[in-house]
Structure formats: structure tokens, C-alpha cells
């Protein structure tokens, strides 16, 4: 139905324009022509947040008017959009880089092209389209941007993974790349691993021959997720607490000791990835789920020569990697479509997005990653 309504609303323009070209000797009807061949955005219902704070007390749901599509833009239906742990932050204020307030929440998602200006090319009505690199303002029902901006992407991507691409598969992508030379048959290891990212990491290491080694946190259920990231390709999954041992490496089977970890979590957990660590290797941080700082024994140094790396995709996405970033983004979604890259999803109507809030500030434990389907 909305595709429909677009074609209309495209075809209404279109005819308007060639009448005023017809008609070129009146400025008068030129006006009339041009105020008519305006294309506006349907009204958005978008969740939007005056003031930095507490994401559940700061946001509400607002209806917005109708804007302009000028020339060279395109109106998106937006179809899902994920919360991730930095749109938390970008509310919070606490995230470096955010948008001015007051602001609509969101990064990343995935939108039908719903109407497009008079210049665009290459989009249509129709056409499937994430914002790429990712930016502020999915959490909207349509999402007005610059064409430029979107990324069309195959019609037949599942929807809930095509909204959810770009800001974790994409950050497990770049860290398994970027700061070791990793071949078949050599390990990483990790925390965090029930996150997206953790998640991604398995599977694309697992995809290249890389084994992995897995650290979660001490929960209810631990062993049914340890099974779960097990059929995802983890070689071996502990619980923090399993790990306060002398010697952890002798809880490896037949696995090398690793050259990189990755940190998501801070505080005590960082702690063990290091311990896993081989001489030279590097732990590239990446998130801080603990909000505990990272605390690195003298002789990891001395003895170990360790390295301590970070990674921040949006500082990477800003080195003139757009062009690489959608090359990616559409590798992942390959994987994605082909089964090779699955990870645990909840699919909540925006209405109820405050429920979904809830659920990913962690207000009921432990939760599969909110996607906030339109
Ligand atoms: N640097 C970058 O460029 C970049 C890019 C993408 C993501 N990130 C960061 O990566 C991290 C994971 O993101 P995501 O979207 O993949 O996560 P997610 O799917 O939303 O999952 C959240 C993860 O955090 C864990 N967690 C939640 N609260 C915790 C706490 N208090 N202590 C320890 N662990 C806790 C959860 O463990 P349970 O399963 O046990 O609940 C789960 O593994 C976030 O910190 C995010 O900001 C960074």
C-alpha cells in the first residue's frame, strides 16, 4: 500500500513538471506548479528526547509533521531498527559523538523507499535501503534523508537482519581483520560473547577456521547458552566464575593460545581475557557492558608484552570507508541470507517500544537484542 501511494505521489509530480515547462511564459502558474510538485513526507511517529538522561524517563513517542522531500532526497518507510547499547549512550549523553537535542533515537535500520525528489536516481518506490554509513534518526516511522545516505540493498534480505547489520556484524568483521594476521587453525578469544558482536565473532571466525574461545557471564541457564553459542561454531564457552582457576589455559582442549581478545565487558572479564592471551598478543576493547574499568597485571607487560588496542567503528566508518563499508554490509547480509550468519532477535511493534527499552537498559536480565519492527 505504501509503495502505491508513492508511485502516486511520484507520477503527480512528474506530470506537474513537464506542465510547467509547457507553460514557461507565466511565472504565476510556474508558482502554482512549483508549490504543487512539492513532495512531503507522510506525518512520522518517532521516538524523540528533549534532553540527555535516563532513556526510559527522557524519551516519548511524538507524531511529526510532514517535511519536504527536496530534490535530492528520498523519503523512507523505515521497516525495523534495532536498540543497540550506543543509542543508549547517545541518549544518555554519555556517547562522544551524538546529535544535538532535541533528537530523534536511532542509528542504524532498514527502510522501503517510499518516495524520492526529483533528481534522485537510481532509487525508486519500493526499492529496500539501510542508511549507510549509519546515522541518527531510525527510530521514526519515515526518515527523510539525502540519497546519498542509503544503501540500496537486495529485496529478498531478511528484514530484522538487514536493520541490525551494520553497527555489530560489521565491528566483529573489522576486529578480526584489523589488528592481527589470523590464519586457519589459530584462536581468539573473547567476553561478551552473547552480544551481537560475540555472536558475529564465532561464526565469522569459525567461517575462516579460526577457533574460539568464549567467556559469559555467571547467569541462570548458563549451560543452554553455552549449547546455543556452541551450534553457533564456539570451540569452548566458560562462565567468568568457571575461570577463577590457577592456570586457564589448562582448561583448553586442543586449541593454540590466542593472539587477540576482544573486550566488551571490562572489569573482571577483560581481566580473564588477558589471562588467556598469548606472548605479544593484543586485547582490542571494544565495548564496556560492566561500566568497570580494565585493570592489567604489571607482568602482562613485563612478562607478556602485551598490547592494549581499541576499536571504535564509527571513528572507522569516518576514514573514508563508505564505499568499503557497503562492500561489507552487503557480505554480511550474503551470510545472513545464506544461514551462515544467524543471531538471537526479539521482533517488538513500535508501539510497544518502551517495553523493548526496558528490555535492552537490561530491566529483566538477560535479553535477545530489541529490534523495533514498524
Ligand atoms: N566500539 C564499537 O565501534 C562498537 C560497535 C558495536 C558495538 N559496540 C559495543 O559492543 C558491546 C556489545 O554490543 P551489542 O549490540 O552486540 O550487544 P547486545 O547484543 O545488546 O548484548 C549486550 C551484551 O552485553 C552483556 N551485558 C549487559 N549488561 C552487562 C553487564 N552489566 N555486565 C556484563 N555484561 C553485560 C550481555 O550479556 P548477557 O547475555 O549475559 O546479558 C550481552 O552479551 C556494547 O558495549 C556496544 O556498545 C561497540
Not at 97 to 124: D, I, T
Request: proline share 6%; aromatic share 6%; net charge positive.
Amino acid at each position: 500500500m505504501a509503495r502505491a501511494r508513492s508511485i502516486t505521489l511520484k507520477a503527480v509530480s512528474t506530470g506537474l513538471w513537464s506542465l510547467n515547462q509547457s507553460r514557461s511564459g507565466s511565472l504565476r502558474n510556474a508558482q502554482t506548479v512549483r508549490a504543487l510538485s512539492t513532495i512531503m513526507s507522510p506525518p512520522s511517529k518517532a521516538v524523540v528526547y528533549e534532553h540527555h538522561g535516563p532513556p526510559d524517563s527522557v524519551t516519548r513517542m511524538v507524531e511529526l509533521s510532514p517535511v519536504e522531500v527536496k530534490e535530492n532526497q528520498v523519503c523512507v518507510k523505515m521497516l525495523a531498527a534495532p536498540i543497540n547499547p550506543s543509542d543508549i549512550n547517545r541518549i544518555e549523553g554519555v556517547y562522544p559523538v551524538r546529535p544535538q537535542v532535541p533528537a530523534v533515537g536511532g542509528y542504524e535500520g532498514v527502510g522501503e523507499v517510499y518516495s524520492v525528489g526529483s533528481a534522485v536516481k537510481g532509487l525508486s518506490p519500493g526499492d529496500l535501503v539501510i542508511p549507510s554509513p549509519p546515522s541518527s534518526g531510525t527510530w521514526q516511522t519515515y526518515v527523510v534523508k539525502d540519497h546519498d545516505m542509503w544503501h540500496k540493498i537486495s529485496k529478498d534480505s531478511p528484514i530484522e537482519y538487514a536493520g541490525t547489520i551494520t553497527v555489530n556484524p560489521l565491528t566483529a568483521l573489522r576486529m578480526l581483520e584489523d589488528f592481527t594476521t589470523l590464519s586457519a587453525g589459530d584462536s581468539i578469544v573473547q567476553n561478551g560473547a552473547t552480544s551481537i558482536v560475540g555472536q558475529c565473532v564465532i561464526q565469522l571466525a569459525r567461517y575462516r577456521g579460526i577457533h574460539s574461545i568464549n567467556i559469559i557471564r555467571d547467569r541462570a541457564g548458563s549451560d543452554e547458552v553455552k549449547e546455543k553459542l556452541k551450534a553457533l561454531g564456539a570451540d569452548e564457552v566458560f562462565t567468568e566464575s568457571q575461570l577463577e582457576v590457577k592456570n586457564v589455559k589448562s582448561l583448553l582442549s586442543n586449541i593454540p593460545e590466542p593472539a587477540l581478545g576482544l573486550n566488551c565487558v571490562g572489569g573482571n572479564a577483560a581481566s580473564l581475557v588477558l589471562k588467556f592471551l598469548r606472548q605479544e598478543g593484543t586485547m582490542v576493547t571494544y565495548g564496556g557492558m560492566s561500566k568497570k574499568p580494565i585493570t592489567v597485571p604489571t607482568s602482562s607487560f613485563i612478562f607478556k608484552d602485551l598490547s592494549l588496542r581499541g576499536f571504535w567503528l564509527q571513528k572507522w566508518l569516518g576514514a573514508d570507508k563508505a564505499k568499503e563499508c557497503r562492500d561489507m554490509v552487503d557480505y554480511l547480509l550474503r551470510l545472513a541470507q545464506e544461514g551462515k550468519l544467524k543471531y538471537e532477535m526479539e521482533l517488538v511493534p513500535f508501539d510497544n517500544f518502551h517495553t523493548a527499552l526496558d528490555k535492552a537498559l537490561g530491566k529483566h536480565g538477560s535479553q535477545p537484542k530489541q529490534v523495533i519492527q514498524f
